[in-house]
C-alpha cells in the first residue's frame, strides 16, 4: 500500500516521504540529518531505504540537510539544472557531481517522478508528481507564487496532492512582517494563500483527488484552522462533502503526522 508523509512542513523546514513500508524517495531535506533519520525510524523505515532524494529549490528551509544526508546514505539527489547551481553556491552540495539534474521524468525502481516548473523567487524551483508501482499518483507543489497552467496540469488526476495554503493574506498584511517582506510574499513568485490554495481544489476534485494535504503554512501569518475551512468552505460551496468526495489534513510543522495510506 502506498505511504505518504510530510515529515516537516514549513518555514522552519520541509521533507516528505513517499513510497511504501519497505521503501521511498524524500521531497527535500530542510532539516538536519538526525532529524530526517529520527523522523524516518519513527515511522519504521531504514534511512538507507531512501532511493532518492528530490529538491525543489534551494533555499534553506528545503535543504539544510543534504549534504549530511547524502554523504552518510549516498543517496541520489536529482534537482533541475538551476537548482543543482544554486545548491552548490549555497554549500547545500559540495559540487554539481553530487546532483543529478532531472529535465523531465526520472525512473526509479517502483516510481515514476516527474518534475514541473513553479513561480517562486528562486533559480528554478519545481514541483513533483511520484506515480508509484500500483498507478497512485502524488502531486506536490509548495512554494508558489501563483497557480499556473502548468502546476495545475502536473496536478490533475493525482490520488494525493500535498499544496501549498502558506498564508491568510489579512493576517499577513496586518502582521509583523516587513512591508518589504510582505511583498515578496504576496507576489507572482511568493507563496500561494489560503484563498488562491482554495480556489484550485475544486476542480483537483473533480479530476479524481480525494487526498489533500495542505503545507507549508506560515507560523506568523495563518493558522491550520483558518487554512482547512478556507478549503472546506470553497470545497462545500462546489457542492463537494468532507469524508464523501475528499480527506483533507494540514502538515504541522515538525515529526507529528502519522502515515496517509492510500
Not at 159 to 173: A, K, P
Not at 192 to 219: K, M
Request: with cysteine; aromatic share 6%; glycine share 8%.
Amino acid at each position: 500500500m502506498a505511504r505518504f508523509c510530510s515529515l516537516f512542513s514549513g518555514s522552519s523546514g520541509n521533507c516528505i516521504y513517499v513510497g511504501t513500508a519497505t521503501a521511498g524517495i524524500l521531497i527535500d531535506a530542510g532539516v538536519s540529518a538526525r532529524r530526517m533519520e529520527r523522523a524516518l525510524t519513527d515511522r519504521g523505515l531504514n534511512p538507507a531505504a531512501v532511493k532518492a532524494i528530490f529538491v525543489t529549490h534551494e533555499h534553506t528551509d528545503h535543504t539544510a540537510g543534504l549534504r549530511v544526508f547524502q554523504k552518510r546514505y549516498h543517496t541520489p539527489v536529482f534537482a533541475s539544472a538551476g537548482t543543482r547551481h544554486g545548491l552548490v553556491e549555497s554549500g547545500a552540495l559540495l559540487s554539481l557531481e553530487d546532483c543529478e539534474v532531472i529535465k523531465n521524468t526520472v525512473e526509479l525502481d517502483d516510481f515514476s517522478v516527474t518534475s514541473f516548473r513553479t513561480s517562486h523567487d528562486s533559480l528554478e524551483s519545481n514541483g513533483f508528481c511520484i506515480t508509484l508501482a500500483d498507478d497512485r499518483r502524488v502531486g506536490i507543489a509548495t512554494d508558489l507564487g501563483i497557480m499556473t497552467d502548468t502546476v495545475r496540469e502536473h496536478l490533475l488526476g493525482c490520488d494525493l496532492i500535498h499544496i501549498e495554503s502558506n498564508h491568510d493574506i489579512r493576517m499577513l498584511e496586518n502582521g509583523p512582517y516587513p512591508y518589504p517582506l510582505k511583498r515578496r510574499v504576496l507576489s507572482l513568485t511568493g507563496h500561494l494563500s489560503n484563498d488562491a490554495c482554495a480556489a484550485e481544489l475544486p476542480v483537483l476534485v473533480q479530476n479524481g483527488t480525494t487526498r489533500i494535504s495542505l503545507g507549508h503554512l506560515s507560523r506568523e501569518n495563518n493558522l491550520p484552522m483558518l487554512a482547512s475551512e478556507t478549503s472546506k468552505e470553497r470545497l462545500q460551496s462546489a457542492g463537494m462533502c468532507e469524508n464523501r468526495d475528499y480527506l483533507l489534513d494540514v502538515a504541522p510543522p515538525e515529526n507529528q503526522n502519522p502515515y496517509v495510506l492510500f
